[in-house]
């Protein structure tokens, strides 16, 4: 299976910064087949992004998805304090479908 | 609007059995491949089982495979899990989700609530 790591563990950043969330896979993810959700404490996984980079409707453009191959990356321009959560990354290129372990993000 | 609502969770004893269920509404439930996605406390998601719109395909995570048993009911709008032989590594929340395209994709747009279920003596 595909084992996915993210880095790092924890961000603490402040508000107007720009965080940078990184997603690792043991093998290759074929066609981009990547998604991002957001999870916020006691709720569910939203998402976020698919396809590695194509976002859902209900997030603003602040939040980018890029990368291919193994190497990919979510990127939130001009934090809020609304975007305190986890971010998990998850492939779908391979079954079994896996996710990350997660970054916790916090914002100072 | 899109909902889903899982219920049945609770505690059980190492060995036991519990059945959830998750019922759809505000889209065309047939159309649509649902899985059972777990997280264990403090740890990242793990799909754990899928099942196609007609009722087939059906697959599972190899960490349950032979214990747990998806299975749909059209007419109802309903998702299910019969979970048997629970062992204490399958405390977790489980979330119902829905696919995200008409044909399987494997990501997921719409989450349930979640359902605790914990194993333990």
């Known amino acids: 299976e595909i084992v996915l790591t993210q880095s790092p563990g924890t961000l603490s950043l402040s508000a107007g910064d720009r965080a940078t969330l990184s997603c690792r896979a043991s093998?290759?993810?074929?066609?981009?087949?990547l998604a991002w959700y957001q999870q916020k404490p006691g709720q569910a996984p939203r998402l976020l992004i698919y396809?590695?980079?194509s976002r859902a409707t209900a997030f603003p453009d602040r939040f980018t998805g890029s990368g291919s191959g193994t190497d990919f990356s979510l990127t939130i321009n001009r934090l809020e304090p609304e975007d305190s959560a986890v971010y998990y990354c998850?492939?779908?290129?391979?079954?079994?479908?896996?996710f990350g372990q997660g970054t916790r993000l916090e914002i100072k | 609007q899109v909902q889903l609502v899982a219920s049945g969770g609770g505690l059980v004893k190492p060995g036991g059995s519990l059945r959830l269920s998750c019922v759809a509404s505000?889209?065309?439930?047939?159309?649509?491949?649902m899985s059972w996605i777990r997280q264990a406390p403090g740890k990242g998601p793990e799909w754990i089982s899928d099942?196609?719109?007609?009722?087939?395909?059906?697959s599972y995570a190899a960490s349950v495979k032979g214990r747990f048993t998806i299975s749909r009911d059209n007419a109802n709008n309903s998702l299910y899990l019969q979970m048997n032989n629970l062992r204490a590594e399958d405390t977790a929340v489980y979330y119902c989700?829905?696919?995200?395209?008409?044909?399987?994709?494997?990501?997921?747009?719409?989450w349930g609530q979640g359902a605790p279920v914990i194993v333990s003596s």
């Open positions: 505000g889209f065309s439930f047939t159309d649509y491949y």
């Open positions: 396809g590695a980079s």
């Open positions: 099942v196609g719109g007609s009722g087939s395909p059906i």
């Open positions: 093998h290759s993810v074929n066609s981009k087949y």
């Open positions: 989700a829905r696919d995200a395209e008409l044909i399987w994709s494997g990501y997921f747009d719409h």
């Open positions: 998850q492939q779908y290129s391979m079954s079994p479908i896996t």
